[in-house]
């Protein structure tokens, strides 16, 4: 081989090997987009977006229960989709799941009270094009999306059977609460919590302290008109569940505590464990609150 073409090879090469980071990180840049890109959008009041997931066996002459899973602040749609993994249950046990993303404002995408429309029409909108059984609507959610699962509770309780609530986000109180109606509630949160404190208090993922969990729980089981006396009991190793019975219209109230846990999904796929802290594997959150959401349609009223 002569010089000169082994040196045009040895530039070939070298251009090879300094493409390649650029053809990579574009690679993983379609990939993300794919993967997090939303497949439903309505204007409510600017233009939103939403995930929706319709199972297999999907038959449009039976109702069929739908589920709301909202994400934390600074995050969407696609990203709750991964970090709850509804998708696979929804497939296995045949309900719609649908990931709205928060509005996007002048910052990260978040949620507050002026959601509640948003949700509200999302609702519409789906029950509209799918068979929904208007008994089985159910909204969940982590951190920011938990809190706002609160707020649904309080806004729209003619429409949601039941809330579920992960590491929620509490920024307002329950005296803010226009309609103080029974709706069940399950919830998960980590006694490692960084951002949410599970005693309550200041954290730097917020402008105002967080009340305590526990607090929080039994002001839930108050409003639901439950016995005042929960009911205890280990889960494992590092789980046990408090349990509000007897209360109004059905509506338990239950709470389950990490030991240990972080700002995680219980049985869900781990977030970074140095951001967001360890996340159990003895439990399934998603799995539960498909089972505490199956016991509790929406009560005649």
Same mark, same amino acid.
């Given at each position: 081989?002569?010089?000169v073409?082994?040196?045009?090879m040895v530039?070939g090469?070298?251009w090879?090997l ?6 990579m990180?574009?690679a ?5 987009y794919?993967l997090?890109?939303s ?6 009041g600017?233009?939103?977006d939403?995930?929706l997931?319709?199972p ?6 039976k ?7 909202m994400?934390g602040a600074?995050?969407?749609g696609a ?7 509804w998708n696979t249950?929804a497939?296995?046990?045949?309900f719609?799941?649908?990931?709205p ?13 002026e959601d509640v ?15 929904i059984d208007?008994a089985?609507?159910y ?7 938990g809190g706002?699962?609160?707020?649904l509770s309080?806004?729209l309780?003619?429409?949601i059977?039941a809330v ?10 329950f005296?803010w609460c226009?309609?103080?109606r029974? &709706?069940?509630?399950?919830?998960? %949160? =980590?006694?490692a ?10 954290s #730097?993922? !917020?402008?105002?302290?967080f009340p305590?969990?526990v607090?929080w729980?039994?002001?839930w ?11 205890d009991s ?10 509000y019975?007897g209360?109004a219209?059905?509506?338990? &109230?239950?709470?389950?505590t990490? %030991? =240990?846990?972080g700002?995680?999904w ?7 464990e #140095?951001? !967001? ?8 959150a998603?799995?539960l609150?498909?089972?505490f959401?199956?016991?509790?349609p929406?009560m005649?009223?």
């Open positions: 081989m002569t010089l073409k082994r040196r045009t530039i090469i070298m090879v300094l493409s390649l980071p650029v053809a990180a574009l993983e840049a379609v990939s993300f794919v997090n890109a497949n439903g959008t309505l204007v409510s600017r233009n939103r939403y995930l997931f319709v297999k066996n999907y038959d449009s002459a109702p069929t229960p739908l589920v709301i899973s994400h600074a995050m969407w990203a709750q989709k991964d970090t709850s993994q249950l497939d296995r046990e045949g719609i799941v649908v990931y993303s928060g509005a996007k404002g002048n910052g990260p995408r978040h949620w507050d009270e429309t948003f949700i509200s029409e999302l609702i519409d909108t789906l029950e509209a094009d799918y068979n208007q089985r609507i909204a969940d959610g982590i951190s920011n999306g706002m699962a609160f707020a309080c806004t309780p003619d429409r059977a579920g609530m992960v590491a929620a986000a509490h920024l307002v109180p005296s226009p309609d103080p029974p &709706v069940p509630m399950i919830s998960f %949160h =980590g006694t919590d960084l951002f949410t404190p599970y005693h309550g208090g200041s #730097w993922a !917020a402008p105002k302290p305590s969990v607090t729980t039994a002001n089981a108050r409003r639901n008109r439950c016995d005042p006396k929960p009911i280990a889960v494992a190793a590092d789980v046990t569940r408090r349990s019975l209360c219209e059905d509506a338990a &109230v239950v709470l389950y990490i %030991h =240990g846990g700002h995680t219980p049985g869900g796929k781990p977030l970074p #140095w951001f !967001a802290g360890p996340t159990t594997r003895s439990i399934d998603s799995s609150m498909w089972d959401f199956q016991e509790h929406l005649p009223r």
